[in-house]
Structure formats: C-alpha cells, structure tokens
C-alpha cells in the first residue's frame, strides 16, 4: 500500500507540475487577443473553390477579381481577416483559403458575400471553425513592413 501511495503522489506532483502557468505569461495581452488558457481561440476557415459561373467576357473577369482583391485588403484593414491566399493548381478546385476573426459562421459567410467573385458565381466556398493561436492577427503588423507592392 506504502507504494501505491508512493506512486500515487508522485503522478500527482508530476501532474501539477505540467499546469504550472508559463513565467512569461502575459494576461493583458491574452485577453486583448481573446486566447484561452492555451494561448488559442476560434477562428473561422474558408477554402474557396471554383463556382459555377462562367462569365466568358475576359474583361469582366478581370473587373470581378480586382474587387476580390479589393475586397480582402477592405476586410483586414476592418481587422476581419487575418489570413488570405491562393493555392496552387489542383485536382479538388480550391482556389484560396481565408481565415476571418469571426464570432461564428453566420458572420463569416457575410462577410464572404461582400467579394464581388462570389456574388457572381466565380467562386463558392466552405467554411470550418479552425482551433489556432490567438496571436495569429499579429502577424499583420510585420507582413505590412516585408510588402514591397500591393496587389
């Protein structure tokens, strides 16, 4: 019995040990991102695909997609989206991800339908909660200071 007990405390000291809070901890900075007790929060995840639309005048195309782009530097600078970006050529028809800081998915699919290349069809979309760092959206502040060019 001496030894289960023996066991049984050392689990335990080894077990509150791993919960110890991290000395560089900061508190106000964590609620400021809305982190967790892990440093983590909810985001949501958008893989944008190709739509169902086939607009076959080049110009309008064109149009269309400068807005998209306009519209994903309107939705970071009203600090909605935190993550945008292309993929490459592919077999599934993805197009792009997002990754808004959204309260839900009713509120991220609003703000997918401000992007004029989805009103029109060009591109559709799915959306996931995603589990990341809370500190994610501070990123931004640094990939302004690395852009030479716009899009």
């Known amino acids: 019995m ?7 405390l050392a689990f335990s000291t080894f077990a509150a040990a791993a919960q110890t809070s991290k ?11 809305g982190a967790d007790e892990y440093g983590m929060k909810i985001y949501q995840f958008v893989i944008l695909k190709t739509g169902t ?5 080049k110009d309008s195309v064109s149009q269309i997609f400068k807005g998209h ?27 792009g991800l997002f990754i808004f800081k959204a309260k ?32 994610l959206p501070m990123y931004l502040h640094y990939s302004d200071k690395i852009t030479k060019t716009d899009f």
């Open 2 to 8: 001496n030894r289960f007990f023996c066991l049984l």
């Open 23 to 33: 000395s560089d901890y900061n508190k106000v900075l964590a609620d400021s991102l």
């Open 53 to 57: 639309a086939s607009i076959a005048n």
């Open 69 to 95: 782009m306009e519209n994903i530097n309107k939705l970071v600078k009203e600090n909605h989206l935190i993550v945008a970006g292309p993929f490459g050529k592919n077999d599934k028809q993805y197009r």
């Open 104 to 135: 839900d998915k009713d509120q991220a699919e609003k703000l997918l339908l401000t992007d004029p290349a989805i009103k029109t069809g060009l591109l559709t979309y799915e959306i996931f909660d995603w589990y990341g760092s809370a500190a």
